[in-house]
T-cell receptor, first 112, second 111 residues
């Protein structure tokens, strides 16, 4: 059973701070990793993906991947109250119809 | 910007009834998926579909479930005889081929 684990939170940060969200996965052969944001009652919204070890930046978001440690993280710089949501880490299984396995999500609260 | 659409947004049905959830994937995508999320739980994979056939299905996707691409634009999920435990948000997604974009979901309530 492939597992994706996240701290459920809530993670509370003040406005303007850096929020750091973490995810670990069990399948060492995984190659593709995704971060989605989900507002309450809404669908997952893609933030970014990462395939290679190291950092990938997109605006205020930075994804970090360490395949040796089976660890993915998402940094949100200059956090805004509108960033308050649940952040879902997802791992792709190319050998199983491109299914995504999701973690349970980390709830982020950005306080004004 | 292209997006995945789903209808209906909400569906209430009686236990044992059949429901069909509809999705219009992004037009140039070739891979289609259904996921579900029971309230307060993880998003769970149900099925993936490529080249007019199922690529992969989960243990949840039993004989009560079926998928179909009846024409060039729609992708449907049918639940033949709904159970109380089928109450959930059902999300359709599409990709070309890996990055999956999700529709707004259908909230299904089985009474």
């Amino acid at each position: 059973q492939k597992e994706v684990e996240q701290n459920s939170g809530p993670l509370s940060v003040p406005e303007g701070a850096i929020a750091s969200l973490n995810c670990t996965y069990s399948d060492r052969g995984s190659q593709s990793f995704f971060w989605y944001r989900q507002y309450s009652g809404k669908s997952p919204e893609l933030i970014m993906f990462i395939y290679s070890n190291g950092d990938k930046e997109d605006g205020r978001f930075t994804a970090q991947l360490n395949k040796a440690s089976q660890y993915v993280s998402l940094l949100i710089r200059d956090s805004q109250p509108s960033d308050s949501a649940t952040y879902l880490c997802a791992v792709l299984n190319n050998n199983a119809g491109n299914m995504l396995t999701f973690g349970g999500g980390t709830r982020l609260m950005v306080k004004p | 910007e292209p997006e995945v659409t789903q209808t209906p947004s909400h569906q209430v049905t009686q236990m044992g009834q059949e429901v069909i959830l509809r999705c219009v994937p992004i037009s140039n995508h070739l891979y289609f998926y259904w996921y579900r999320q029971i309230l307060g739980q993880k998003v769970e994979f149900l099925v993936s579909f490529y080249n007019n056939e199922i690529s992969e299905k989960s243990e949840i996707f039993d004989d009560q479930f079926s998928v179909e691409r009846p024409d060039g634009s729609n992708f449907t999920l049918k639940i033949r005889s709904t159970k109380l435990e089928d109450s959930a948000m059902y999300f359709c997604a599409s990709s070309a081929p890996e990055t999956q974009y999700f529709g707004p979901g259908t909230r299904l309530l089985v009474l």
